[in-house]
């Protein structure tokens, strides 16, 4: 009997250290002090800043790169039959920067074509800008994310050692912990938070070199159309 309760006490005080030694991320935020909480609070906003545009942009990205295979073969079929109006009432009924910058062009046909090649490029360089924005915050995000989490850091630990000269070198590690804790998740959380808006940020530049080189290889289509004798 005494040998059964034994090995009983003993499980139920490995079973105890377990659960001592489990530690939730909320536990762990909670536990670093005012700092922490503060300074991770900060980078939860900025994580949900990058995220609002990352899919904002990524949705306005999509929808721009969307374009009916057609299009320029009926912008070509208008222009060559000399249905300009009609070519122009596509333009505007296709979403699309490809088709906005063709209409730009569509609507100086007549004038001399480094106008309308001029007409095409500051038109793509609207579209180019509606495009990025945003995006530097994106950058901005993910380089100040890992900053802040730094910060925090060097919080901490002057936290930490501040608690060992007040006690004259004799703390315990216990009344450590608060300073500790808040260099380490901060630090995690900041590299965390910064690495995510970092990928982010370079999927939304490839992303939009691809719409740009669509743009720039419809504008070259359409100024080659105008060079095709009639």
């Given at each position: 009997m005494n040998i059964f309760q034994e090995v009983t006490e003993g499980t139920e005080a490995a079973a105890s250290i377990s659960e001592e030694k489990t530690l939730s991320v909320i536990d762990l935020i909670v536990n670093g002090g005012t700092g922490s909480i503060i300074i991770i609070m900060v980078l939860f906003v900025l994580l949900f800043v990058a995220m609002y545009i990352y899919f904002e942009r990524i949705f306005a990205i999509k929808a721009a790169s969307k374009i009916d295979k057609n299009f320029m073969n009926q912008i070509r079929d208008h222009v060559m039959n000399g249905k300009l109006e009609a070519a122009k009432l596509l333009c505007a009924q296709t979403d699309s920067p490809v088709a906005r910058l063709t209409e730009k062009g569509v609507s100086r046909i007549g004038k001399p074509l480094d106008d309308i090649n001029?007409?095409?490029?500051?038109?793509?360089?609207?579209?180019?800008?509606?495009?990025?924005?945003?995006?530097?915050?994106?950058?901005?995000?993910?380089?100040?994310?890992?900053?802040?989490?730094?910060?925090?850091?060097?919080?901490?630990?002057?936290?930490?050692?501040?608690?060992?000269?007040?006690?004259?070198?004799?703390?315990?590690?216990?009344?450590?912990?608060?300073?500790?804790?808040?260099?380490?998740?901060?630090?995690?959380?900041?590299?965390?938070?910064?690495?995510?808006?970092?990928?982010?940020?370079?999927?939304?530049?490839?992303?939009?070199?691809?719409?740009?080189?669509?743009?720039?290889?419809?504008?070259?289509?359409?100024?080659?159309?105008?060079?095709?004798?009639?």
């Open positions: 001029t007409a095409i490029e500051n038109a793509g360089t609207l579209e180019v800008y509606k495009l990025e924005k945003n995006v530097s915050v994106l950058a901005t995000v993910a380089g100040a994310a890992p900053m802040i989490g730094f910060l925090g850091t060097v919080i901490g630990m002057i936290l930490a050692f501040h608690e060992m000269a007040s006690s004259g070198g004799q703390a315990e590690m216990g009344s450590l912990a608060s300073g500790i804790y808040t260099a380490m998740t901060t630090t995690v959380a900041g590299l965390v938070v910064g690495i995510i808006a970092y990928i982010g940020y370079n999927h939304l530049v490839n992303r939009t070199d691809k719409v740009v080189h669509q743009m720039e290889a419809n504008a070259v289509e359409f100024l080659d159309l105008l060079n095709e004798p009639i």
